[in-house]
């Protein structure tokens, strides 16, 4: 058929199979979606079935190699509130994208080991990034902030400057630290858990107020993603005992 119509293809191509094992209500839905509704499959699905795309196979071996598996909604964009799945690959991969740029065949297996070991140890400093049981989890959705696609992404973009890190472990500790700063509402002194919704920190640059609602929510935007990053950073550059840009951090956990 190439030779006959004069079209130019690589007969070295390799194509990617995606094999999905599906009980009968998943298969029925993915074979409706795919072929009546015919719309474009959603970022995380898209991302999660292209293997061929670097970084969507390294979020792919670190998830298979990590604490994180079986544990990342890989069909929708979006966490159902009755999902105890702690996070979506398409928040991973594009956490993982902005942070190993330079990825290639040669650097791919030294990240993803990192990668696997910083998951692991992410989780014990900061628990609800792992797997936690629904009535936990709910919890952990309604008090904190922690374990939102936002923060998640921040986390894995501090990968990328931890990588280099000989300590970084000791770091990354301090995510886990009471954390104290000032309350600009009123000038007291606020200490409690890092993630804590009712941290001010968050307040008005992450939380923002719903004026229909009379809520904070979450706002995962350009700002705000970088408001998180830059200050996860700055925590994790310093030691346990220093202050950091008017945010205290002291030794123990919360």
Request: hydrophobic letters at 35%; one cysteine or more; glycine letters at 8%.
């Amino acid at each position: 058929m190439v030779e006959k119509t004069g079209m130019s293809f690589d007969l070295n191509y390799e194509f990617p199979l995606l094999i999905e094992v599906l009980p009968l209500d998943g298969e029925r839905s993915l074979f409706k979606e795919y072929n009546q509704l015919g719309r474009p499959a959603n970022p995380t699905r898209a991302k999660w079935i292209d293997q061929a795309n670097l970084h969507n196979k390294l979020t792919s071996r670190v998830i298979e190699g990590s604490g994180l598996r079986n544990h990342v909604e890989v069909v929708s964009n979006t966490i159902s509130t009755n999902s105890p799945m702690v996070v979506t690959f398409n928040t991973l991969t594009k956490g993982i994208s902005e942070a190993f740029q330079n990825l290639d065949e040669t650097n791919f297996e030294p990240y993803r080991k990192f990668l696997c070991e910083f998951v692991d140890y992410l989780a014990t400093v900061r628990p609800e990034t792992g797997y936690l049981p629904l009535s936990q989890r709910k919890a952990v959705r309604k008090d904190s902030i922690g374990d939102s696609g936002l923060v998640f992404g921040a986390y894995f973009r501090l990968a990328g400057n931890l990588f280099v890190a000989k300590d970084w472990q000791s770091r990354l500790d301090t995510l886990g630290n009471k954390y104290s700063g000032t309350d600009p509402a009123d000038g007291g002194i606020w200490k409690g858990n890092l993630m804590s919704r009712s941290n001010p920190l968050w307040r008005d640059s992450v939380l923002i107020l719903n004026a229909k609602s009379g809520t904070r929510q979450i706002a995962n935007r350009a700002d705000t993603r970088a408001f998180v990053y830059e200050t996860l950073k700055n925590i994790v550059a310093f030691d346990k005992a220093e202050t950091l840009i008017g945010h205290n951090l002291t030794v123990g956990p919360v």
